[in-house]
């Protein structure tokens, strides 16, 4: 192996090892074969490119023990193709059984990070400023090690820094969004895909990020590649609405080839709509490059954001119409009231995936059948995917809920939570197995109280012993789940 400068590696970096161990035990637990008559070769013949497929599945650990083997085995172990793609989950936490997260992080990236493709790092949130200053300080030698190897990077996931939690002190955050301004203007020219997922900051410094990555495809005009886009919950709740749409739709106009894009719906405005669909059909966006049409648009819309705003349909519609393949996958979360739900599910929107958490109480005045039976029906010819999870301690939503499936005439997949009457299980699978033969995939939680759930659970079990004969196609889980 050899770092960015060519000096060889005669010993694997302790920055490579890993507590995760793969148990081989299992590999050949098949009984039926008989190992005595399979003719052993050895390892030494297998070719480069086999070699290099088993090496790809070992831990580091392992790795590090393979490259002590043979000159030929350290010799494979240098493909860069073993070292494109790396995860790491970041705590702040110090362990004395395993290197530092700092360790791991930068002498990856100083000794790896030329080869380096695909970066995928989750942080677990802070909960006091000395935590937050490791992952600062973790995160952002990492990055400025990223720029410092010229890292050819494709693919960065950045998931849940929440940088609106007090433990972040206005020092560390401003420190961490600085690394990541300068890494957006000189390592992001390469990347396809960018996920800054749970970052929320603040109205300035996101949208200074914003900016920066926006100047960074400028300069790339008209050979950005940049084709997905993941920034929900990267503002804060108390962020200004105003200038994060402003920003947002500042950093779209420089997006021509953005095939998917995730926002919050507090991001979401005519604006973005307009901008969205200018820069794939023709608007003066794509002056001197046609831009890719949008296939796949995810919005997240949460009672703790802001969600007031007018989104006009004819927009919508008129998207629609310019992006011919467009999906649009809508969850909503814990959001109730009918008046806010009706702005948000126009009947203009081609829903393809919905999700829906519904808790509430049952002294609050809200019901969930406007929602089964006049909303979502509006996208009986686009809706494949359906989720809901809903607390309807109070009010049987059988009925509507069966009579939902029946009108989706796309529906793939049902993954429900509610409280339900067993029967109802049966009566879905008569209409998987007469009508509906794209309903293949089939998640049930009947949720019960304590006193009658082991009753319920009794029944389920003899109703699905009746249809022990299904369709290979068709997958189902069905189970009682105690309401608490």
């Avoid at 493909?79 to 110090?94: A, E, K, M, N, Y």
């Avoid at 920066?212 to 008209?222: D, K, T, V």
């Avoid at 979360?333 to 509430?360: H, Q």
């Avoid at 002294?363 to 089964?372: G, T």
Wanted: hydrophobic share 35%.
């Amino acid at each position: 192996m050899q770092n960015q400068e060519g000096t060889p590696w005669e010993e694997p970096p302790a920055y490579m090892d890993d507590d995760s161990e793969e148990d081989s035990d299992d590999y050949f637990s098949d009984d039926s074969c008989d190992l005595t008559s399979v003719k052993i070769t050895g390892w030494e013949s297998l070719s480069l490119v086999c070699l290099q497929n088993v090496f790809r599945f070992l831990p580091d650990r392992d790795r590090r023990s393979a490259a002590l083997v043979c000159r030929h085995w350290r010799y494979v172990m240098s493909s860069p193709s073993l070292w494109r793609t790396r995860v790491f989950h970041f705590t702040g936490r110090i362990s004395k059984y395993r290197p530092s997260e700092h360790r791991r992080a930068v002498g990856y990236v100083t000794y790896l990070g030329c080869y380096l493709e695909r970066l995928e790092v989750s942080v677990f949130p802070p909960h006091t400023s000395l935590v937050a200053q490791r992952l600062e300080n973790v995160i952002s030698e990492m990055f400025a090690a990223l720029v410092s190897v010229k890292a050819p990077l494709r693919h960065l996931s950045l998931k849940g820094v929440e940088l609106e939690r007090h433990s972040w002190t206005p020092k560390f955050r401003y420190s961490l969004v600085k690394s990541l301004v300068c890494f957006l203007k000189r390592g992001a020219s390469k990347l396809t895909t960018l996920s800054l997922n749970g970052m929320r900051s603040n109205t300035i410094q996101g949208t200074e990020l914003l900016s920066a990555f926006s100047a960074c495809q400028r300069r790339l005009r008209p050979w950005s590649t940049l084709a997905s886009l993941d920034i929900q919950g990267f503002f804060s709740t108390s962020a200004n609405m105003n200038r994060v749409t402003s920003g947002v739709t500042a950093m779209l106009c420089d997006l021509r080839n953005l095939t998917s894009l995730s926002l919050s719906y507090s991001c979401l405005s005519d604006e973005v709509l307009t901008i969205l669909q200018q820069s794939h059909r023709g608007g003066r966006w794509t002056s001197d490059r046609d831009g890719k049409a949008l296939q796949t648009l995810s919005l997240h819309c949460s009672l703790n954001e802001p969600h007031e705003q007018m989104v006009s349909g004819r927009l919508w519609a008129t998207l629609a119409s310019s992006c011919a393949d467009l999906r649009v996958r809508l969850s909503v979360d814990r959001i109730i009231n009918k008046d806010c739900l009706a702005r948000i599910l126009l009947p203009e929107i081609p829903v393809e995936k919905y999700s829906m958490t519904a808790f509430f109480s049952p002294d609050e005045d809200w019901s969930v059948k406007p929602v089964l039976c006049d909303m979502l029906p509006q996208y009986r010819s686009s809706l494949q995917h359906l989720t809901l999870d809903l607390s309807n301690i109070s009010e049987s939503l059988d009925e509507e809920l069966l009579e939902l499936v029946k009108v989706c005439v796309r529906l793939e997949r049902l993954k429900l939570g509610a409280f339900l009457n067993i029967g109802t299980v049966g009566r879905l699978l008569h209409i998987r197995l007469t009508q509906r033969t794209s309903l293949n995939k089939i998640r049930l939680r009947i949720y019960a109280q304590s006193d009658n759930a082991k009753e319920l659970a009794d029944q389920l079990e003899e109703t699905l012993s009746s249809h022990q004969h299904l369709p290979p196609e068709l997958s189902l889980y069905a189970t009682v789940h105690t309401f608490v």
